[in-house]
Each structure stands twice: as structure tokens, then as C-alpha cells.
């Protein structure tokens, strides 16, 4: 899964992308996209390496794609901003960096600080970019459907135009394109023109050093999930081992990292929950979508495994780590026999039985 990085220039939005990759800054990169694999911090696979004395150890992963940072001033900035909409469309999420502190080195019409006023602006451009999708795909579809078609074909096409004309007019209304499609049915309809208001976004509230201890909460309703940090403090972070790590942020008077927290919001953000398997050859999580039941959990796996799936021995992880080990989680009742139909939940430590 992918999350673009998008902001202002100078909304610390390259220092949030080498905080949570570990890559280091590239002055020389500014005006390029850089893109970088993340691990999802999950103690939960490190306990159960240290349970079965695993030799790997294999987290869930996300992309981040650090797109160069734009402002929407003149009709020249927007058209550099369109330039990566592509790449905006081929991300599963978005991830909007807004400033939250002074800075005397930004332009005079940026000094003001009011990061709600510019993820409104942001969340504009993007209402508009999708607007144009939305009417040249109204355009088409009733072209096509002006001609002969196949009694399923017509019913095909006017069922993806109601849905289509539904989110151009929440998009006139300012609305994201998220608000009005009732359940999956009606988002598959629309997936094929990567709408960007259809997409999770988190918002960034990057904040000065002095408040980092205790930063305010980003005062902006819209569809994000909002998560407020010090870019500068977590990109520094970043590059000291464990144990200063630890001191700094104990000088600093900061309980934990907020890099880890913005992986996690992004990986919440996306729908996605892990379940766990085990072993002494390793111990890993698999990111599935919210609602994926067992047998599509075992495809994950291999195709093998769903197609001779059996049954999922499931346990929930608070309750394996509670009872010590897989032996004690079943001697307490713990361990459950799945089917094909379990949704799978987040956590869940599953070992699949099957035939092939």
C-alpha cells in the first residue's frame, strides 16, 4: 500500500518523509519524488519471534512517496502541483503536511500560520482535480449509453452514471467524493478514475521544538485523521541509536517517538489490520483490509492454503501473551476453531490447517 506525502514548500514535509523512512535530506532531491518502504512498528511480531526463537522477523510494510512540496498561489503552481496528481492517484492514501510553526525564511504572503486554512486550500485543489475526472467520465458515459447496447451492458453504465452524478455534485458542493458512496459496491464503480477526495487522508500538523512535548491537536474537521508532530525533533530522532534515543527524548520530556504514531495512523488510515503467524522459521504480520475473512486470509498465504483450507486455529495475541504460549492459550480455552467465514481481526495469531 501507498501513501503520498504532500504539502507546502517548507512545511517540513521531506524532513516528516526521512523521519518515518530513515533516508537522510537531498537539497539536490527537491524537486524529484523520492519513494521509501517503512516497516509498521508491531511489537507483537517481536514477541512471537522471542516465543518460537524465530530467524525472521517480518512486519507489515507501507510505501511513502515524497512528492515535491507546491504552492497553489499562481495558475504556474497549480499546473506544477496537476503535474503529480498521477502520482497522487496511484497512491492508496494521502498524507498532508502543514506548517504549525513561524518561519521567517517563507515567502511574506505564506508567514501567516493557519494550517486549517491550508489543508482547506489543499482539500480544494483536489476537489477540483476530481471534478474534472468525475465530468469527462459523465461526458463519456453518456455518450456511450446514447447508443444501441446489450440490455446488461445499458444497466451496467447506468448504474456506474447515477453513481458518477452523485459525486459530481458533492464535489460541486464541496463534499469529498468519501461522503456520498454508500458501501464497496459503489466505490468499485468509481476506483478506475483513482479519485483523490475518495481516498484516507492524514493530516500533519508540523509543529516548532517548544511545543513538541505537547502539541496542539490540528483544528481541522474534514475526512482526515489528524496527527500533530515536530518534523525536525522526529527527523533527528531518526538518526541516534536506541539508547539516545531514549535520552533525548527523556531531555526533551517527550514520551515516544510521534514517527512510529504517524506509520500507524497511515496504516489505520487505510483500512488495514494484521493478523500473526509464528514459527521457528519466522514470525510475521500480514496486512489484510478490515473485514477479510479466514479463507481470504490463507490466500494471503498462498493459494494452496485457501484452496484446501480446513479451519483457522485462531487466538487473539493479548490472550496468547497472556497465557505464556500457544500450549497454555489452549489449556485455558483460548484458541478457537475458525471457518471459512471468520472475519479475521486485528491481532489474531492464526494457524491454518488444510489439505491439498
Request: glycine content about 6%; aromatic content about 6%.
Amino acid at each position: 500500500m501507498r501513501l503520498a506525502l504532500i504539502g507546502p514548500p517548507q512545511s517540513g514535509k521531506t524532513s516528516v518523509f526521512c523521519a518515518i523512512t530513515g533516508q537522510v535530506p537531498d537539497p539536490a532531491a527537491a524537486v524529484q519524488e523520492r519513494v521509501a518502504v517503512v516497516s509498521v512498528p508491531d511489537e507483537r511480531v517481536e514477541w512471537l519471534a522471542r516465543l518460537d526463537g524465530s530467524k525472521k522477523k517480518t512486519p507489515a510494510t507501507l510505501e511513502f512517496v515524497d512528492v515535491p512540496g507546491f504552492s497553489l498561489a499562481t495558475a504556474h503552481d497549480r499546473a506544477e502541483f496537476h503535474r503529480h496528481m498521477p502520482t497522487m492517484r496511484n497512491s492508496d492514501g494521502l498524507v498532508a503536511v502543514v506548517r504549525g510553526f513561524a518561519d521567517e525564511s517563507v515567502p511574506a504572503y505564506r508567514k501567516r500560520i493557519d494550517p486549517a486554512a491550508d489543508l482547506e486550500e489543499l482539500q480544494s485543489e483536489l476537489l477540483f482535480g476530481d471534478l474534472e475526472q468525475i465530468t469527462n467520465r459523465i461526458e463519456r458515459l453518456e455518450a456511450a449509453l446514447s447508443k444501441p447496447l446489450p440490455a446488461k451492458e445499458k444497466e451496467a453504465g447506468n448504474r456506474e452514471l447515477e453513481v458518477a452524478r452523485r459525486c459530481k455534485e458533492a464535489l460541486e458542493q464541496e463534499k469529498p467524493v468519501s461522503t456520498v458512496l454508500a458501501n464497496e459496491e459503489e466505490a468499485k464503480l468509481v476506483r478506475s478514475l483513482a479519485l483523490l477526495t475518495e481516498k484516507p487522508l492524514v493530516a500533519v500538523l508540523n509543529v516548532s521544538e517548544d511545543a513538541a512535548s505537547d502539541p496542539p491537536v490540528l483544528a481541522y474537521g474534514g475526512n482526515a485523521v489528524n496527527v500533530s508532530l515536530c518534523a525536525k525533533i522526529e527527523a533527528e530522532l531518526a538518526e541516534l541509536d536506541a539508547e539516545d534515543r531514549s535520552a533525548f527524548l527523556a531531555d526533551l520530556g517527550i514520551a515516544e517517538p510521534a514517527g512510529p504514531r504517524l506509520i500507524r495512523a497511515c496504516y489505520e488510515a487505510l483500512g488495514l489490520v494484521s493478523f500473526l503467524t509464528g514459527g521457528s522459521d519466522e514470525a510475521r504480520a500480514w496486512p489484510v483490509p478490515r473485514g477479510t475473512t479466514a479463507l481470504e486470509a490463507a490466500g494471503k498465504i498462498h493459494t494452496d492454503i485457501a484452496k484446501g483450507f480446513i479451519r483457522a486455529e485462531t487466538v487473539a495475541f493479548s490472550d496468547l501473551e497472556a497465557a505464556g504460549d500457544m500450549k497454555q492459550a489452549k489449556t485455558a480455552g483460548k484458541v478457537r476453531l475458525e471457518g471459512k467465514g471468520y472475519v479475521v481481526q486485528d491481532g489474531d495469531v492464526i494457524v491454518f490447517r488444510f489439505n491439498v
